[in-house]
């Protein structure tokens, strides 16, 4: 490649990495105007039953809770050690069996910062991709919390995170006795480079992470993050025989229909908005143009003002 050539490309791809950042400081600010701060603390002894087999902490995030006769499985640790002593404490409560097991589905700090919480015993298992994220990126994403506020700076204090002791490139299944947990990552970025699903059989139940909300737009925290990575999700998710229970991380637990409304919704904004990108529209101008048709189109859908900022992300990873 010409000098000239390379310049040219590095200024590219400099400037969609400042972009990106900017579209994630502006769709945090909004979402957090829309939606109100969460409670940074789990709950204690409120435990909701899903299934089966899985019961949730409604919190921040979602905490899933496997449980079989032989095993059990925490998905998501909660914001620091001491959320995640709540979740440990919760799992404990109801564990069947003397096994534990812990798994994040993103290396976020509300996902995976609270591990340390967990006793040196516990089988913690991550896709490698997303084990990666975490050495790479896990300690900046702490950092980035913690400047956010003093709570979340004390919750934070002196987190470290441990390696895995099995690591999957695909997929696992761990039999909890019972009851079966595979852990799955879809091959492709979405919310992050490596969101981890977990489908538990036989319930019928998808504890989807962040890729499967309910009624939720999509949070697209940086350049690494992709929409088109998450539609695509979205539709090999569809293949699936519907699922009886999905348990969101940030939206309340539904049904198997989830993931059709989400794949509608995703794709229909992708679309809409590369259509008016090839149309000449500025990115600004779609986002508006887009929040007044998709409040209309989706009228049961809460708290689009995000919306805008979700188009920018879009212009930006289709340059």
Not at 55 to 71: K, T
Not at 224 to 229: D, E, H, I, L
Not at 246 to 262: F, N, Y
């Amino acid at each position: 490649m010409p000098k000239q050539e390379k310049v040219s490309c590095l200024k590219r791809v400099t400037y969609l990495r400042a972009m990106s950042l900017a579209i994630c400081a502006a769709s945090i600010a909004a979402l957090a105007a829309a939606q109100g701060p969460p409670s940074l603390m789990l709950p204690e002894n409120q435990v909701t039953h899903v299934s089966d087999h899985v019961s949730v902490i409604i919190g921040f995030p979602n905490i899933g809770i496997v449980v079989g006769d032989r095993a059990t499985l925490v998905v998501d640790t909660g914001l620091g050690p001491r959320n995640g002593a709540i979740a440990l404490h919760e799992a404990q409560k109801l564990s069947r069996g003397p096994v534990l097991y812990l798994t994040t589905t993103h290396y976020h700090a509300e996902h995976a910062a609270g591990e340390g919480a967990f006793p040196p015993n516990t089988i913690l298992v991550r896709p490698v991709a997303q084990e990666l994220e975490v050495q790479q990126k896990g300690e900046q994403f702490v950092a980035m919390f913690s400047s956010r506020s003093a709570q979340m700076k004390e919750l934070l204090e002196g987190v470290k995170f441990r390696a895995p002791d099995i690591t999957f490139d695909k997929e696992i299944t761990i039999d909890l006795g019972g009851a079966t947990a595979r852990l799955f990552w879809m091959g492709m970025a979405a919310h992050t480079q490596a969101d981890e699903l977990i489908d538990v059989e036989p319930d019928s139940t998808l504890i989807s992470g962040d890729i499967v909300q309910n009624k939720t737009l999509p949070n697209l925290p940086d350049q690494y993050a992709s929409m088109k990575g998450w539609v695509e999700t979205l539709a090999q998710l569809r293949q699936h025989p519907k699922w009886q229970h999905i348990v969101p991380d940030h939206s309340p637990a539904g049904d198997g229909s989830l993931v059709e409304e989400d794949y509608q919704f995703f794709s229909q904004l992708q679309t809409r908005a590369l259509e008016l990108k090839r149309q000449g529209k500025s990115a600004d101008e779609a986002g508006q143009t887009l929040l007044a048709e998709f409040k209309m189109k989706f009228p049961d859908w809460p708290n689009l003002n995000a919306l805008p900022n979700v188009v920018k992300h879009i212009y930006a990873e289709n340059p």
